[in-house]
């Protein structure tokens, strides 16, 4: 954490700036307090999806690379609804049934 003040010339105290980092950069949402991130998939699609927006900025860009960054944003969106349903399945597996009411419940798993 760093903190800076800023004084005018007559040594009046004018304010206080505090800035922290609470958040990585690479932190994915989902993440728990002083660890980083959420899970790997949500990066790989946030990292497809920023390269598409880059494409989309550039104004230059052709047709060929655009439908490029539209596939890889849509194969990493699929590649994480597989992850994700392979999760859920392992999950199933371990949990007892009032668990998993529960988790049903609250809309954790379908």
Excluded: C, W
């Excluded at 007559?10 to 958040?23: C, F, L, P, S």
């Excluded at 999806?49 to 860009?61: I, S």
């Excluded at 392979?86 to 529960?102: F, P, S, V, Y």
């Amino acid at each position: 954490m760093e903190s800076h003040r800023a004084e005018t010339s007559e040594g009046h105290r004018r304010r206080q700036v505090v800035t922290t980092d609470a958040r990585p950069p690479s932190a994915g949402f989902g993440g728990f307090p002083g660890f980083p991130g959420g899970p790997t998939a949500t990066n790989t699609i946030s990292q497809a999806q920023d390269e598409f927006r880059a494409v989309l900025d550039d104004p230059k860009h052709t047709k060929a690379e655009l439908q490029e960054k539209i596939a890889a944003v849509r194969k990493a969106r699929q590649k994480a609804r597989a992850e994700l349903e392979a999760a859920q399945k392992d999950l199933h597996q371990m949990l007892t049934a009032d668990q998993e009411a529960i988790l049903v419940g609250l809309g954790y798993v379908e």
